[in-house]
């Protein structure tokens, strides 16, 4: 198990080559959270080989701007941490290319990885990629219907609840629309935030409960499946939470 922290440098992001896609996920230094990346050489545990597997780990800021970019190893079948900054926060890539020692192209590579949060006082929570990579033709065919909205609907428990954040990240290569809305159930009171976010950037819904009530939140306009909001929810005087998908 390798862990590290992420230096800064220049050098901007890209999707990943050939036939697989590069994952985001949102990291913050918000609110006493941290931040890190988890991961593993599944090439190696595919192909039982014990081979080492190089990747690039990408960290950019909430205008999608790159503000890190360090290359990794993994050891054969191990795994690897990296901790994002203590402050700010942005969107955190992966890319993984197929080590030659593979014994075949896959025919879609998926760089999946997990981020786990964890409060000051020690509260932890993991968050994991939830659709099959893309591969650059998908990319392209999707590119003419870029603008078709779906929504991302999830209801969250007013009992207790005093802070609600909803967080968005852009996957996709281009600038996107985004919109979060939070609605009451009952009251059917609502606040809404909307933009243009570039690519790896991210858009941003604080909400405070005016009442009591229980809360639909809502996200329209997705580029991507992966898109779908980190809702991050505070409870009386307990460490937040998050979800995603």
């Not at 996920?25 to 991961?39: A, C, I, K």
């Not at 999707?142 to 999830?154: C, F, L, N, V």
């Not at 159930?185 to 790896?200: A, F, I």
Request: aromatic content about 10%; glycine content about 12%.
């Amino acid at each position: 198990v390798v862990s590290r922290r992420l230096g800064r440098h220049g050098e901007a992001g890209h999707m990943g080559g050939g036939n697989r896609i590069t994952y985001l996920h949102h990291w913050t230094g918000r609110d006493g959270v941290r931040s890190t990346l988890l991961s593993h050489n599944f090439y190696s545990v595919l192909a039982n080989v014990p081979g080492v597997a190089t990747a690039r780990v990408r960290l950019f800021d909430n205008r999608g701007r790159c503000i890190a970019s360090n290359p990794v190893s993994f050891n054969p079948v191990g795994h690897l941490a990296v901790t994002a900054p203590l402050e700010g926060e942005g969107s955190m890539e992966l890319d993984m290319p197929v080590p030659s020692w593979f014994p075949r192209e896959p025919g879609r590579a998926a760089v999946r990885f997990y981020m786990l949060y964890r409060s000051d006082a020690g509260q932890a929570a993991i968050v994991h990629c939830i659709e099959e990579a893309p591969t650059w033709r998908q990319w392209l065919w999707r590119w003419p219907h870029r603008h078709r909205p779906w929504e991302s609907k999830r209801t969250i428990d007013g009992q207790g609840l005093r802070r609600i954040r909803v967080v968005g990240v852009n996957h996709a290569p281009w600038t996107a629309h985004q919109h979060w809305v939070v609605k009451g159930v009952h009251s059917g009171y609502s606040e809404n935030v909307q933009g243009r976010v570039p690519s790896r950037g991210l858009l941003a819904l604080d909400f405070t409960p005016p009442h009591e009530d229980d809360w639909i939140v809502k996200s329209g306009c997705l580029s991507t499946k992966n898109g779908k909001p980190y809702v991050w929810t505070w409870y009386g005087g307990a460490p937040p939470s998050v979800h995603h998908g």
